[in-house]
């Protein structure tokens, strides 16, 4: 997303906006909306002329009442404006559309199961080649809780489809980047949840299942830097590197869309 024609950049963006939370009541959909609605304002402010594709993903673990056990389970909310979801699958668009639509993903399998591995993409599909290293590799990995290997097999495959495209024509495929960001996000539970605030390990760019982490790899091999996320907690907005977002925290009517 261009910032030229905002007050601050997507990410920073996104934080702020997600620290109204309040007035979605807590509810995990309604702050998705809450976004959904947001993004819809916010790109539609855009120039006709720019590349205005954008898809958010937002990733963790909620409680919902299908869900058997303690309710809690994994979910992946996708948030996008040129994926669409069709009779038959998710089709990609290579021109935005002017509103934004909620895809929701959720595991509702055996919570006991051995290995529970399931992946999705956005944006690009998968080659042939990319799914045949993916179902072979991905649940091996999984099983040996491999996280630093599956983060090498996933970039491998995102590097391996930018490399595939052709740069000199137009399109959705040319714009595959070779950087990459991985976020790895454990379900940990505490006694007191409201007292605890978890944030990443920026000491080493390993990835393990007691913490979470963000770490940047750049395209020219796997190393990897940590870095502390934006920080969002009780209505309030922080960026890594240690701005007050409070400023751009905007009251929400969620009446208006436009």
């Keep these: 997303m261009d910032r ?69 389970t994994s979910v992946c909310y996708c948030i996008s404006n040129y994926e669409r979801s069709e009779a038959d699958g998710v089709k990609i668009y290579r021109d935005a559309f002017r509103d934004f639509e909620i895809r929701a993903y959720r595991y509702t399998g055996d919570v006991a199961a051995d290995v529970a591995f399931i992946h999705r993409t956005d944006g690009h599909p998968f080659g042939t080649e990319d799914m045949r290293l993916i179902t072979k590799l991905g649940p091996r990995l999984y099983r040996d809780q491999n996280w630093d290997g599956m983060v090498r097999l996933m970039i491998k495959v995102q590097r391996a489809i930018s490399e595939r495209a052709d ?5 959705l495929v040319s714009r595959v980047g070779l950087d990459a960001m991985v976020m790895s996000l454990p379900r940990l539970e505490y006694a007191d949840p409201m ?9 080493t760019p390993s990835l393990a299942d007691d913490r979470p982490a963000f770490v940047f790899v750049p395209e020219a091999g796997f190393s990897g830097e940590a870095f502390g996320p934006h920080h969002v907690c009780r209505g309030k907005a922080m960026s890594f590197e240690g701005e007050d977002l409070n400023g751009y925290i905007r009251p929400w009517d969620p009446s208006v869309r436009k």
Aim: with cysteine; aromatic share 4%; charged share 30%.
């Design 195 to 203: 007292g605890e605030t978890l944030l990443t390990d920026i000491s």
């Design 4 to 72: 030229r024609a905002t007050e601050l950049p997507t990410s920073k963006w996104i934080a702020a906006t997600l620290a109204r939370n309040g007035d979605a009541d807590g509810d995990v959909t309604a702050v998705v909306e809450m976004l959904q609605a947001s993004l819809d304002i916010r790109v539609d402010k855009l120039p006709r002329e720019w590349d205005r594709r954008m898809t958010v993903t937002i990733c963790g673990f909620a409680k919902f009442p299908d869900i058997p056990g303690d309710g809690v």
């Design 167 to 171: 740069p000199t024509k137009p399109g």
